[in-house]
């Protein structure tokens, strides 16, 4: 009895040593130098710790006799810093793991290209950096220190489509940088190639007497030599400049266009118009678009005597002063649709200032 007695506390007492050894134990790192986000910290268990900027510690699980491998999974970025591991591999032996460390030093900050609507390969440089961008997004260049120069540029543009940046150059500081790109299809129309309007363009009369039409001049171009034109007449006119139909693809389509106008306020002046598929002829803004720049400056009155072709719009009238850049979103929901766009002039036929008249150059549409 009591031999069976001591053999069964003996068991006892083995059972319960080796429970103590086999308990969990933690790898208990410490971390110096993180300030960027964006660090993953990964163990060879496939355990995976996301450390925040200025953070001085980690911890993993581990049980006795289990390997571990600390390693970096993901660097941070902004800043971008490269973090190294040391006493990054071993076994655990019952006991806290403590002298596993990450020390983080930083590279620099990067300058992001942030590409939108492009259709095809893209080139940018930086200094002697090139990024080929095909698809729409961020893409970053390779990081710079504070206090270094950046100038984003295009390398090479893409197959029919032309591509700007904006706010592409300046002197790194202690953040991110981010470039916006913007790249338009093919639909890009200076009224440059020849004397006469582009193919597909034509001429809408919708009320009007006299002779006066749009057309191309080589008389106030933005950009030599070409615009198109319409003079303001002493008779009452209704004009409009009509675009081809172009296919829309995208979610958030623009006109962009460089223009010039002198009109009698409140009398004379001029409207941006659209027609999606075959439908109406609506304004801009009543079919759900915007300006987002140089848009309509006054109401057309409803007239004394002699009523203005587009009394009670608002439009753009009085004097411009030069030349303008007017951009104005389209509706939304039009991807897959064509659409066509007219430039429409009226004034009345009384008190018609001399010179008056609009000019349209440099059209260009994000589809």
Known sequence: MLACTSACMLSWDTSSSQAGLDADRKILGTISGLAGSGLVLTNASGDEVYPEPGATSFEFPIRKGQS?????????????????????????????VTNVVVVCTTLGFTVNAEVRDLMG????????????????????????????????????????QQCTVTGGSGVMDEADVVVPIRCIDSFVEGFDASPVLPSGWKVALITAS?????????????SAPNCARVSGAATTLDMALVSPAIAIVGENPQVKFRHAYMAEAGYDGAVLEIQVEDGAWVDIEAA??????????????????????????NAWTGNSGG????????????????????????NDGSGTAAGSGWRIDNVAVYR
Request: net charge positive; charged share 15%; with cysteine.
């Open 68 to 96: 571990y491998a600390v390693t970096v999974k993901s660097p941070p970025r902004s800043p971008v810093q490269n973090c190294v591991v040391a006493n990054s591999v071993g076994t655990g032996d019952g006991q806290d």
């Open 210 to 222: 006299g002779s006066t039409l749009w057309h191309v001049s080589n008389d106030g171009a933005d």
């Open 121 to 160: 390969s893209l080139a940018l440089s930086n200094g002697v950096d090139t990024l080929v961008v095909q698809r729409d997004g961020v893409q970053a260049f390779p990081p710079l220190r504070k206090g270094q120069s950046y100038a984003v540029t295009i390398a090479s543009q893409p197959s029919n």
């Open 323 to 346: 030349y303008v850049t007017t951009v104005a979103n389209l509706p939304p929901k039009l991807a897959g649709k064509k659409v066509t766009l007219r430039w429409r002039w009226g």
């Open 288 to 313: 759900g678009g915007s300006f987002s720049s140089a848009g309509y400056t006054g109401m057309i009155t409803s007239g004394f005597g002699v009523r203005p072709p587009l009394a009670g719009r």
